[in-house]
């Protein structure tokens, strides 16, 4: 038997519909739990029992949700990104500044995670929040990183990940994505064009390190009237440049 592939543990992957379950719900029962993994009532009651011994899980009378272990976690993977306080403050400041909403973002298996939010004043509600995962293809952010990419690591994920239709401007051809992406390494930022969400743009710039892959991307999301291309060249851009300089200093000397 070839030992080439790790043995699976299927307890494990109970244990992960159960914390996705709980992190959906905020808070639930057993036997609402069981209903929604379809595992038995005994087997989600078990992992629940063992989840709570490990403090990732607190009982609230009969109801389960997660702990507040989890803030600790998240942030100690925020840290492995870029400087996460300055990430943070960036996001906002540019957003105070643009009145717009933007985003900070990582790629992870073939998607794009938003990991900060932040909404300036003018700002219209946007489907992502932090925690997603988003198609690299169809979103600023993701295009950014992916036009930092060898045209190989581009096809990889196409064809592993698809390049799924969101909205009737996504870009569903290889051939045409390929092309999307050497304007955006040309001009130095990507662009949104309606693509992942009707109405919306999105201006966004990869954020990169010497001599390590991109870490990350901003992004800037709005309106289509208001995200035109004269804001985007006459004030966008160079905004998005200055804040994407400011993380990839300071991670730099952190």
């Given at each position: 038997m070839?030992?080439?592939?790790?043995?699976?543990?299927?307890?494990?992957?109970?244990?992960?519909?159960?914390?996705?379950?709980?992190?959906?719900?905020?808070?639930a029962g057993v036997t609402e739990l069981a209903d929604e993994v379809e595992f038995s009532k005994s087997t989600v009651h078990e992992h629940l029992a063992t989840l709570a011994e490990e403090g990732m899980v607190v009982k609230d009378g009969h109801a389960y949700r997660l702990s507040l272990r989890f803030l600790d976690i998240a942030e100690a993977v925020k840290r492995t990104i870029a400087e996460h306080d300055i990430?943070?403050?960036?996001?906002?400041?540019?957003?105070?500044?643009?009145?717009?909403?933007?985003?900070?973002?990582?790629?992870?298996?073939?998607?794009?995670?938003y990991?900060?939010?932040?909404?300036?004043?003018?700002?219209?509600?946007?489907?992502?929040?932090?925690?997603?995962?988003?198609?690299?293809?169809?979103?600023?952010?993701?295009?950014?990183?992916?036009?930092?990419?060898?045209?190989?690591?581009?096809?990889?994920?196409?064809?592993?990940?698809?390049?799924?239709?969101?909205?009737?401007?996504?870009?569903?051809?290889?051939?045409e994505l390929?092309?999307?992406?050497?304007?955006?390494?040309?001009?130095?930022?990507?662009?949104?064009?309606?693509?992942?969400?009707?109405?919306?743009?999105?201006?966004?710039?990869?954020?990169?390190?010497?001599?390590?892959?991109t870490i990350g991307a901003l992004g800037v999301s709005g309106p289509s009237q208001r995200m035109t291309d004269d804001r985007i060249e006459t004030e966008l851009r160079s905004k998005l440049a200055r804040a994407a300089n400011t993380i990839e200093v300071n991670s730099l000397h952190s």
């Open positions: 070839s030992t080439d592939t790790p043995r699976r543990v299927d307890a494990v992957r109970r244990t992960g519909r159960i914390i996705e379950a709980l992190q959906r719900r905020g808070s990430v943070c403050e960036q996001v906002r400041e540019l957003a105070d500044a643009t009145g717009e909403v933007v985003h900070f973002g990582a790629k992870e298996a073939g998607c794009v995670v990991i900060e939010k932040s909404k300036g004043d003018a700002v219209v509600q946007t489907e992502a929040k932090v925690g997603d995962r988003m198609p690299m293809h169809s979103t600023a952010l993701g295009k950014s990183i992916l036009a930092e990419l060898p045209a190989e690591d581009v096809e990889r994920i196409a064809a592993e990940y698809g390049l799924e239709k969101r909205t009737g401007y996504t870009i569903t051809s290889l051939d390929q092309a999307e992406l050497e304007k955006t390494a040309s001009r130095g930022y990507s662009i949104d064009d309606e693509e992942n969400i009707p109405g919306m743009r999105c201006i966004g710039m990869a954020v990169s390190l010497p001599e390590t892959e």
